[in-house]
């Protein structure tokens, strides 16, 4: 087994991934509340 050594692991693509997600989780709120409140307007 390699030895491995604490706090040297490249972590850049899971930090571009979580970014991503977040971003994503964002927007889909936005629009989530975007809906709902046009929905609210329209008596829909």
């Known amino acids: 087994?390699?030895?491995h050594e604490h706090?040297?692991?490249d972590s850049s693509?899971?930090?571009r991934t979580f970014?991503?997600?977040v971003r994503?989780?964002?927007w889909s709120a936005v629009l989530t509340i975007l809906?709902?409140?046009f929905l609210a307007l329209t008596n829909a």
């Open 35 to 37: 809906v709902l409140v």
């Open 7 to 9: 706090g040297t692991m």
């Open 1 to 3: 087994m390699a030895h």
């Open 13 to 15: 693509a899971q930090q």
């Open 24 to 26: 994503f989780m964002t």
């Open 19 to 21: 970014e991503g997600f």
